[in-house]
């Protein structure tokens, strides 16, 4: 089984819908990351956190929200889903070491019609 | 603003060495990161690099030069499995990731 694993893996919706995608880790990390990546382009932080108690958000967070529910789960919404939200989004945790490692869950492709 | 260039593809032959560049420009260093991503798949890391000099793992290897901003991913012995889009990702002052669009790696027979 995956370590971080995201669901769905593949949705598509339509415009103004809510959509939730749901991501839990069994490595017993601390940090927790959602990307998007689009061709052409470099992933992208959506939110991120440190702990439970600790959200932050990155570049690109308008559009979005997220919620910690416990140290394993952090699940991103779109509250009113667009077009230019279709992309692959990846979670993330992050290594206790020196370096700090990502380890991605599979991705969530979402469609936007 | 930050930034990090890496060539857009690349193709390589089965075998053979191929050198992938990254050069980057960000407020701050913390380190460099190269990872795999094959189609479709999630990114898995590679290496790391935070001082200069030449990280060997295997037949991949990772080189930084700070002063230059400049860091290359050498694969050895070219595989068919290492077609894949090759990520570059600095580290800033603040410690968030910056990422590369990828260098798509095209490996013919």
């Known amino acids: 089984d995956a370590d971080v694993t995201q669901t769905p893996r593949n949705r598509i919706t339509k415009t103004g819908k809510r959509i939730m995608l749901e991501c839990s880790q069994t490595?017993?990390?601390?940090?927790m990351y959602w990307y998007r990546q689009d061709p052409g382009l470099g992933l992208r932080l959506i939110y991120y956190s440190f702990d439970v108690k600790d959200i932050n958000k990155g570049e690109i967070s308008d559009g979005y929200s997220v919620s910690r529910q416990a140290q394993a789960k952090f699940s991103l919404s779109l509250e009113s889903a667009i077009p230019n939200q279709t992309a692959l989004y990846f979670c993330a945790t992050e290594g206790h070491g020196d370096h700090g490692e990502l380890f991605f869950g599979e991705g969530s492709r979402l469609t936007v019609l | 603003g930050q930034n990090i260039d890496q060539p857009t593809e690349m193709t390589a032959t089965e075998g053979a060495i191929v050198q992938i560049n990254c050069t980057y420009q960000t407020s701050g260093f913390n380190g460099l990161f190269w990872y795999q991503q094959h189609a479709g798949e999630a990114p898995t890391f590679l290496s790391y690099n935070v001082l200069d000099g030449l990280e060997e793992k295997g037949r991949f290897s990772s080189f930084l030069s700070r002063s230059k901003g400049y860091s290359y991913l050498l694969l050895k012995e070219l595989q068919m499995k290492d077609s894949a889009s090759y990520l570059c990702a600095v580290k800033d002052s603040n410690y968030q990731l910056i990422w590369g669009a990828g260098t798509k790696l095209i490996i013919k027979p």
């Open positions: 490595k017993g990390h601390d940090r």
